[in-house]
């Protein structure tokens, strides 16, 4: 199993940028598809982004597409999640998944992140 570690997050003006990273040790990094989530308070934990094993695959919730870029480095078992032209309804604690593709792009979540928090001003 994996354990992600997310790290990155702070507070930025709207129209900033912000690069996410989850670090994933204690397993085999790349035999995992890895993904994005997000949780604003009072909210439930809603879908961002997730990438397949290799990194060939992508796909993007549609309130964050062509705006947000998720990548992955299995030579350092990390995958980034770069966001740009944020928002204030960006604002919320990110957190890191990992999990395994059963039919792209569904991914069985096995493991989580603590999450990271991301605020957004106006």
């Known amino acids: 199993q994996v354990q992600p570690v997310e790290s990155g997050g702070g507070l930025v003006q709207a129209g900033g940028s912000l690069r996410l990273s989850c670090s994933a040790s204690g397993g085999t990094f790349s035999r995992y598809g890895m993904g994005w989530f997000r949780q604003a308070p009072g909210k439930e934990r809603e879908f961002v982004a997730s990438?397949?094993?290799?990194?060939?695959?992508?796909y993007y919730a549609d309130s964050v597409k062509d705006r947000f870029i998720i990548s992955r480095d299995n030579a350092k078992d990390t995958v980034y999640l770069y966001m740009n032209s944020l928002k204030p309804e960006d604002t919320a604690v990110y957190l890191c998944?990992?999990?395994?593709?059963?039919?792209?792009?569904?991914?069985?979540?096995?493991?989580w992140g603590q999450g990271t928090q991301v605020t957004v001003s106006p």
């Open positions: 998944a990992a999990g395994a593709v059963t039919n792209w792009p569904q991914i069985n979540w096995l493991y």
């Open positions: 990438i397949t094993w290799s990194g060939d695959g992508t």
